[in-house]
């Protein structure tokens, strides 16, 4: 978990080891100089829009100022059609008329640029306050606190990490298997693992993931001898209704052995002691 914007650590609110749920407030930051910021946004727009609503009395007075100005154009134009006006005349009505109509014009273009103000103050409102959002750090998924990373009054940069959290989410193991039991594992296929502290249940699991490239087996995984061979990483999931139900159990870095089903015309059975589910859960 990590500050999107530099800023001072306001607040941590939970503890290494704490189980937090999605959604959970973590950490804040010192949003002061937001606060202040969108509040002169928010003055911002109520200025804008007080322009909007005057450039729009300007408007329906420039319309009221063309019907005026086009009536009488009308009357000069019979008056002088009948020869009771001069060509004089005539042209200034038609010369009033043609500035009222241009005033229009330019009421109307000014109260669309008022308009487009609004909307820009509006977004930078929007823009700040989102800002003031993602300073409330919350927690993306159902997770553990490993880590506290920073403390209250700390600065941080950009991207400064607050908090360590472990996505309880994805509880998996990785088992390296040669390529010709690899290559008889399908995605989906069951399995099952039992852990070293508790080896008496066999917690079911799913194979989620078949490495499409060989690799060596990590140092902690096989003997020297084993490392000169190239595996394939297989990655076996707890089904995630079954964490929720034990979630306060759950615990990283974990040893223990998969097993998993072969393909074939018919797989055999699991044996029985695969087949001891932890307390609670059924088979």
Sequence with gaps: MAAKLAGRVKKIVVREGDLVKPGQVLALMDTAELDAMIEKARAEVSRSESEVVEADATVDQRKAQLTLTNQ???RTLTLFERGHVSKGVLDERQSRYDSARAALAAAQAHL????RTVDVAKAEVKRIQTEINDAILKAPVMGRVLY???????????????????????????V?????????????????????????????AIVTFVSPQAQFTPKQVETAEEREKLMFRVKV??????VERHIEKVKTGVRGMAFLRLSGIDPPPWPDYLERRPPGETK
């Design 112 to 115: 669309k640029t008022a308009q």
């Design 176 to 204: 390296f298997l040669p390529s010709r039991e690899a290559g008889r594992i399908a995605l989906g296929s069951d399995a099952r693992i039992v852990l070293d502290p508790v080896p008496h249940f066999a917690i079911p």
């Design 72 to 74: 009488e154009l009308e």
């Design 148 to 174: 506290r990373l920073a403390e209250p009054g700390e600065v941080l940069a950009a991207g400064g990490k607050v908090l360590t959290l472990l996505n309880l989410g994805e509880v998996y193991m990785e």
């Design 237 to 242: 999931k707890v089904p995630t209704e079954l």
